[in-house]
């Protein structure tokens, strides 16, 4: 297992970790992912750490808590051995101060999330999303109070927008606090849009990106294709109104480039789909799950070999769409490119 520094920081990270949305699954979205009790996470844990993968994300949302027991008890006796990246900050329940990321929230789903998880600090914990009405200086904080108290050891965000990221930095580099080294964000083939802004300020600023639904939301899994139905087993089926949309013509674009690299490889297309972001700028894990033993040891597959050249030029090609403003002049007309960067 390659293991690659988290940002800017001192932390090193697999460059494959485990999404735990898989445990304890509840619910129309995270029962669609996967139900595994105690024993079955135990179980694929095992194989992870075998495999040298010991970074295991989680988050209080994800079937109110659940996945975070799982996979405490699934850890259990072995907390050294492995690094915890949970989330806070979306709705946990229907009061006025179960959502957001305001000092009496944080404290709150941290000491909930170490009771769920058996431990007593995490390793990486992220705003799983952008609390407007809550004052920046008020959320860094609490963090750093946190940290101080020993409680969390890194800091990062998922699901930012770059302005959100960015007047973040700055106020902790002006207050002292700790800055953010981690972003989980949405990366595949069939979803780019992380490259235009968020990508260039991760270089900038020293935020390594946790990549979660590297295969599209299912999309990518070799099982669907131009003029064929959904497989009968797709959790699209329940949960695409869910995720991020695609166009079906730019999934079969991807899709097609993917099949014609399988074929030159030999390589399965989720191995290639994951394969192609472990290459991409600022990527400092990329998120697998899986719902069973078989599942996770072919994502394991991604790992040891890399992509040629000409296949990561193939895979761009038939991935990529048109820029949004006001990025797309920078690719289109000569004299914004003359003051472009080069190309990620």
């Given at each position: 297992?390659?293991?690659?520094?988290?940002?800017?920081?001192?932390?090193?990270?697999?460059?494959?970790?485990?999404?735990?949305g898989t445990f304890?699954?509840?619910?129309?979205?995270?029962?669609?992912?996967?139900n595994s009790d105690?024993?079955?996470?135990?179980?694929?844990?095992?194989?992870?750490?075998?495999?040298?993968?010991?970074?295991?994300?989680?988050?209080?949302?994800?079937?109110?808590?659940?996945?975070?027991?799982?996979?405490?008890?699934?850890?259990?006796?072995?907390?050294?051995?492995?690094?915890?990246?949970?989330?806070?900050?979306?709705?946990?329940?229907?009061?006025?101060?179960?959502?957001?990321?305001?000092?009496?929230?944080?404290?709150?789903?941290?000491?909930?999330?170490?009771?769920?998880?058996?431990?007593?600090?995490?390793?990486?914990?992220?705003?799983?999303?952008?609390?407007?009405?809550?004052?920046?200086?008020?959320?860094?904080?609490?963090?750093?109070?946190?940290?101080?108290?020993?409680?969390?050891?890194?800091?990062?965000?998922?699901?930012?927008?770059?302005?959100?990221?960015?007047?973040?930095?700055?106020?902790?580099?002006?207050?002292?606090?700790?800055?953010?080294v981690a972003h989980?964000?949405?990366?595949?083939?069939?979803?780019?849009?992380?490259?235009?802004?968020?990508?260039?300020?991760?270089?900038?600023?020293?935020?390594?990106?946790?990549?979660?639904?590297?295969?599209?939301?299912?999309?990518?899994?070799?099982?669907?294709?131009?003029?064929?139905?959904?497989?009968?087993?797709?959790?699209?089926?329940?949960?695409?109104?869910?995720?991020?949309?695609?166009?079906?013509?730019?999934?079969?674009?991807?899709?097609?480039?993917?099949?014609?690299?399988?074929?030159?490889?030999?390589?399965?297309?989720?191995?290639?789909?994951?394969?192609?972001?472990?290459?991409?700028?600022?990527?400092?894990?990329?998120?697998?799950?899986?719902?069973?033993?078989?599942?996770?040891?072919?994502?394991?597959?991604?790992?040891?070999?890399?992509?040629?050249?000409?296949?990561?030029?193939?895979?761009?090609?038939?991935?990529?769409?048109?820029?949004?403003?006001?990025?797309?002049?920078?690719?289109?007309?000569?004299?914004?490119?003359?003051?472009?960067?080069?190309?990620?």
């Amino acid at each position: 297992m390659d293991y690659r520094r988290l940002g800017a920081s001192g932390l090193k990270v697999p460059a494959l970790s485990f999404g735990a949305g898989t445990f304890g699954g509840s619910g129309p979205l995270f029962g669609a992912w996967g139900n595994s009790d105690a024993t079955e996470a135990r179980r694929l844990v095992d194989i992870c750490l075998e495999a040298g993968v010991n970074l295991f994300d989680t988050a209080d949302v994800y079937s109110n808590g659940a996945s975070e027991e799982v996979l405490g008890a699934a850890i259990k006796g072995r907390r050294d051995a492995v690094l915890i990246s949970t989330k806070t900050s979306l709705p946990t329940g229907d009061g006025p101060n179960d959502a957001g990321s305001s000092r009496s929230r944080l404290i709150k789903a941290v000491e909930g999330a170490l009771k769920r998880l058996g431990t007593d600090y995490i390793d990486l914990l992220q705003l799983h999303a952008f609390d407007a009405a809550t004052p920046i200086e008020e959320v860094l904080s609490t963090l750093d109070s946190l940290v101080r108290a020993g409680k969390l050891r890194y800091v990062g965000v998922s699901n930012f927008s770059g302005w959100q990221v960015m007047k973040s930095l700055g106020l902790a580099d002006k207050h002292g606090y700790p800055r953010y080294v981690a972003h989980q964000v949405y990366y595949s083939l069939v979803g780019r849009d992380y490259e235009w802004e968020l990508m260039p300020l991760g270089l900038d600023q020293g935020v390594g990106a946790l990549v979660w639904s590297p295969l599209g939301w299912g999309r990518l899994t070799g099982k669907i294709r131009r003029g064929e139905p959904l497989p009968e087993k797709s959790r699209l089926h329940d949960t695409a109104g869910f995720g991020p949309p695609v166009e079906d013509e730019q999934l079969y674009r991807v899709v097609d480039a993917l099949d014609a690299v399988a074929n030159e490889t030999g390589k399965t297309v989720p191995q290639i789909a994951i394969n192609w972001l472990l290459q991409r700028p600022t990527v400092a894990s990329v998120i697998i799950g899986a719902r069973n033993e078989e599942q996770l040891r072919q994502n394991l597959g991604a790992v040891g070999w890399s992509l040629t050249s000409d296949q990561m030029k193939k895979l761009d090609a038939a991935s990529e769409v048109t820029a949004p403003y006001p990025y797309f002049p920078y690719r289109r007309q000569e004299a914004f490119a003359r003051l472009s960067p080069p190309a990620v």
